[in-house]
């Protein structure tokens, strides 16, 4: 296991758990009790964990798994909830991007597209994830627009009042958003409340809405509403998706499609 595998394991147990011994995180991946101490102390010095006596424990109340440790969580299926939502993008559209996993691969599916190679633009991207931004910049088919904010290290995002001049500006022909939960009743929702607002601003100034979110996010809460699902045009997601699930977000008014 490398150590990027390795810290990104160590980090999701102790999301999962609140505190985790040294011998018990050895036992779990498998590696010596010496390597658990170096990567502790490691992950410590990054202000990751907080490094206890004989383990570690989450760094703060609110623990937010950085991006770049939650790639790997249903990677396949975001790859494929992201084709899917890239093929219901058009040539020539404005498309709003929040930050996250599933949307940086929908980026990414967007930046094969053949029928996206040329055009004056072939798409204009608005962004206020400075990692989407970074990777599309190089295609000098797409326009790429970033907001102005302040970058949360958590997620990439630019968030705060900067970005509002910028978003109240222009409108867009489609709004992809990544969210930490979606649930009928209580909507889209995010982690944190200034990526919320920014997100809320994105699916304001768009015609439709597009969630892009693999099942383990169906039916949760979280923290900071975006919107409605009753907001929402649809939803992509994989094939894990419970029959009734489906049926409540169609009563919503939510096309699902599952991939």
């Known amino acids: 296991m490398s150590r990027d595998a390795r810290w990104q394991a160590l980090l999701e147990l102790l999301v999962e758990r609140g505190r985790l011994d040294v011998e018990e995180a050895a ?6 009790a010496a390597t658990i101490r170096r990567d502790f102390d490691q992950l410590a010095e990054q202000q990751m964990l907080v490094r206890t006596r004989g383990g570690a424990v989450v760094h703060g109340v609110s623990y ?3 991006l770049r440790y939650k790639t790997a969580r249903h990677a396949s299926e975001k790859q494929r909830i992201a084709k899917a939502v890239a093929g219901l993008v ?49 295609r000098p088919q ?19 009042p900067l970005a509002d ?20 009743t209580h909507g889209a929702a995010a982690a944190d409340e200034a990526e919320a ?11 439709r809405v597009i969630v ?3 099942s383990s996010k169906l039916g949760q809460r979280a923290f900071a509403r975006i919107c409605s699902a009753e907001s929402v045009d649809t939803l992509v997601t994989d094939v894990a998706v419970s029959g ?15 991939v």
């Not at 036992?27 to 010596?32: F, G, I, K, Q, T």
């Not at 929040?98 to 204009?124: H, I, K, N, Q, W």
């Not at 607002?197 to 015609?207: G, P, S, T």
């Not at 009734?244 to 599952?258: K, P, S």
């Open 90 to 138: 058009a040539p020539g559209e404005a498309v709003g991007l929040t930050g996250g996993t599933t949307t940086t691969e929908v980026a990414r599916a967007l930046a094969v597209r053949s029928d996206l190679a040329s055009g004056s633009p072939a798409l204009t991207i608005v962004t206020n994830a400075l990692n989407i931004a970074n990777e599309l910049a190089v």
């Open 27 to 32: 036992a779990e991946l498998s590696v010596s």
């Open 212 to 214: 892009a979110a693999d």
């Open 142 to 160: 797409f326009k790429i627009v970033l907001t102005g904010g302040v970058a949360r290290p958590q997620s990439y995002e630019l968030v705060g």
């Open 64 to 66: 937010e798994l950085p």
């Open 165 to 184: 001049g910028v978003l109240g500006q222009i409108t867009l022909d489609v709004a992809v958003l990544g969210v930490v939960a979606l649930d009928v």
């Open 197 to 207: 607002a920014i997100n809320r601003l994105l699916c304001e100034r768009a015609e």
């Open 244 to 258: 009734d699930m489906v049926r409540r977000f169609e009563e919503a008014g939510v096309t699902v499609v599952a």
